[in-house]
Antibody
Framework: QVQLQESGPGLVQPSETLSLTCTVTGGSISTTDLFWGWIRQPPGKGLEWIATIHYSGSTYYNPSLKSRVTISVDTSKNQFSLSLRSVTAADTAVYYC???????????WGQGILVTVSS | QTVVTQEPSFSVSPGGTVTLTCGLSSGSVSTNHYPSWYQQTPGQSPRPLIQTTSIRSSGVPDRFSGSILGSKAVLTITGAQADDESDYYCTLYVGNGMWVFGGGTKVTVL
């Protein structure tokens, strides 16, 4: 069974860059029909899709975050990563990594990591 | 900017039926949006319930069903149980690799 695990700092300074990594186990990230994404959830609020990547390097971004976000993949480590620049308190959220097959929604999720933006 | 609409909250009696909806700010929901539903309890990751309109995810009880009714996707819980008390989110594929989540519906069973 595939498992996803987020990792990264739990506290980021305002105006700095938030960097997270998702490690995939139990399956290969380099599978043609699979896409890998990041979703976040501010405390007490709903889910927001951030970005998705295919192992080939194709990327897709939420237009509202596109100017600050980069998603990347490292197939040799079976990992993909998120970089969110110029963070503010509004970026405080639980960040989830997840997988979705082509044409289907996100079916496997990580446990999530709380990232707080504060000085 | 595409907005996906959901009712903020619903209350249902144990054993009762509740229907949650998922709409689009512009236009109708169709199967091309691959409407899908998630259940989330506090502190947990979202659990996939329904994918691509009506397909139940593995292990999901058959009291959960999905469909498209009129211009919206719907999630119906038939014979609600206490542990169905959760937040429910829908998501739609809006093209060009992009997904949008609804704001979620909080379901109370009482």
């Amino acid at each position: 069974q595939v498992q996803l695990q987020e990792s990264g700092p739990g506290l980021v300074q305002p105006s700095e860059t938030l960097s997270l990594t998702c490690t995939v186990t139990g399956g290969s990230i380099s599978t043609t029909d699979l896409f890998w994404g990041w979703i976040r959830q501010p405390p007490g609020k709903g889910l927001e899709w951030i970005a998705t990547i295919h192992y080939s390097g194709s990327t897709y971004y939420n237009p509202s975050l596109k100017s600050r976000v980069t998603i990347s993949v490292d197939t040799s480590k079976n990992q993909f990563s998120l970089s969110l620049r110029s963070v503010t308190a509004a970026d405080t959220a639980v960040y989830y990594c997840a997988r979705h097959p082509f044409g289907k929604p996100f079916d496997f999720w990580g446990q999530g990591i709380l990232v707080t933006v504060s000085s | 900017q595409t907005v996906v609409t959901q009712e903020p909250s619903f209350s249902v009696s144990p054993g009762g039926t509740v229907t949650l909806t998922c709409g689009l700010s512009s236009g109708s929901v169709s199967t091309n949006h691959y409407p899908s539903w998630y259940q989330q309890t506090p502190g947990q990751s979202p659990r996939p319930l329904i994918q691509t309109t009506s397909i139940r995810s593995s292990g999901v009880p058959d009291r959960f069903s999905g469909s498209i009714l009129g211009s919206k996707a719907v999630l119906t819980i038939t014979g609600a149980q206490a542990d169905d008390e959760s937040d429910y989110y829908c998501t739609l594929y809006v093209g060009n690799g992009m997904w949008v989540f609804g704001g979620g519906t909080k379901v109370t069973v009482l």
